[in-house]
């Protein structure tokens, strides 16, 4: 028995959708444990593409089950039509193979109001999907969660609470329109008959199917550096994708966990605002972008483009004790004479290899590089690693040496078979 973990090792979109879909035959479950739909995980399978915002990226291997944790934020709407939009592609969905968490919370309207709102008078580079304020909600102990919609008297009564210091915030501090009680309503029940057969106590399931010797593979969202408590703080998401995001996330028996999967790019990226010290100067970032497609898979926005800081990827490796590096968007890099990585920082006149979380500090930050010969080469078409480029081995060998983590995976284009087995 055993279950796996796969997380961001940098500030998200490493990745991680093409590589949960790729691992996913080998296991029987797929859990998605934390964040909400501002998550963007892109699957491409043959022609089609896919982009998925809040269901597990297991969802199109026959089979499988998929879980949503109660650590997952769900905007009901947002959920229904990313269903509803894979059964139109021939994607099936049903109760058998979908579960969703009565515990989880639910994005209102009335969050993404605040939420866009807050953006404007603090650039923080939210999605403006209301996951931030959703999550208050949620530790303010006000929320409401998916087990409430099937009750009328507790989801109005929930609702009018919510609502009474939401409208407030929303007409005195940024002078927007106050909700009614029946918009919120009407949005959460258009949807209850349709939600209610996949909505169970998933700590049970979860937990059952674990000792029924079910392999279980989890599934973050978002990326280490982003996480609340442990990433660049205060331009952080709103949740834990670190590994410990997976036990109050799901419910999981802590002595299941095994194995850490860490996705990292080659290179890095950053959406929205923060520190990033291993960042491209624009002409370079924007070669970068175009030949990776850096463009952010939920709103769109050019992502900020950077060499590999091998400072914040250890870090993120000891954090979750991350057992295996997957790095991923190897050709990408193939358009350049020379690769770098960041080996260290100087920070207040002193080199230092310690990751600084707080953004003030590491925006000080002076970051060391160490160059390497690139190989200019078309990687989409190896199959096997042995066949990479010397120059291609040399990066990868210098990453596990100073990280001190086995390389398990590479992936070297956007397809599910395009990614080799170290």
């Not at 990585?341 to 060391?368: M, N, Q, R, W």
């Amino acid at each position: 028995m055993a279950a796996d973990v796969i997380i961001g090792a940098q500030w998200g979109d490493e990745g991680k959708g093409k590589i949960v879909d790729a691992l996913s035959e080998k296991y029987d479950v797929i859990v998605r444990y934390q964040g909400g739909n501002n998550a963007g995980h892109t699957v491409i399978i043959g022609k089609e593409k896919f982009i998925l915002h809040l269901l597990p990226s297991g969802i199109f291997h026959k089979n499988k089950i998929n879980i949503i944790g109660n650590g997952v934020v769900i905007d009901v709407n947002g959920l229904v039509t990313e269903i509803n939009e894979l059964k139109s592609k021939g994607i099936k969905i049903s109760p058998k193979n979908l579960i969703i968490s009565e515990n989880a919370n639910i994005v209102l309207s009335c969050h993404k109001q605040i939420d866009i709102a807050r953006e404007g008078k603090k650039k923080i580079g939210t999605t403006g999907r209301g996951i931030g304020p959703a999550y208050i909600d949620k530790y303010a102990r006000i929320g409401i969660r998916m087990r409430d919609i099937f009750d009328d008297d507790i989801l109005k009564e929930k609702i009018k609470e919510t609502l009474f210091e939401k409208n407030f915030i929303l007409k005195n501090l940024y002078n927007y329109s106050e909700i009614t009680e029946e918009e919120i309503y009407n949005e959460i029940v258009n949807h209850r008959k349709f939600l209610k057969p996949f909505i169970t106590d998933v700590v049970y399931e979860i937990n059952n199917l674990f000792k029924k010797g079910k392999k279980i593979l989890f599934e973050g969202a978002q990326g280490v550096l982003l996480d609340v408590d442990f990433g660049t703080y205060p331009y952080v998401t709103s949740s834990n994708p670190s590994v410990g995001g997976v036990l109050t996330g799901s419910g999981i028996d802590y002595k299941a966990l095994k194995r850490v999967f860490g996705v990292s790019k080659a290179y890095q990226t950053r959406v929205g605002n923060g520190p990033f010290p291993s960042e491209m100067d624009e002409q370079t970032a924007e070669k970068t972008r175009q030949r990776g497609g850096e463009f952010g898979a939920t709103t769109g926005r050019p992502r900020r483009c950077g060499w590999l800081d091998l400072v914040a990827l250890k870090y993120a490796c000891i954090l979750n004790g991350i057992t295996d590096l997957i790095i991923t968007k190897l050709d990408v890099l193939s358009i350049f004479n020379e690769v770098k990585a960041v080996t260290h920082y100087i920070y207040k006149g002193k080199k230092t290899d310690k990751f600084i979380s707080d953004s003030y500090e590491l925006s000080k930050c002076i970051p060391v590089f160490k160059t390497f010969k690139g190989w200019k080469t078309d990687l989409s078409n190896i199959k096997k690693y042995k066949d990479l480029p010397l120059n291609v081995k040399k990066y990868l060998e210098f990453i596990k040496k100073f990280i001190g983590v086995k390389i398990s995976f590479v992936s070297t284009g956007p397809e599910r078979n395009q990614i080799l087995k170290v």
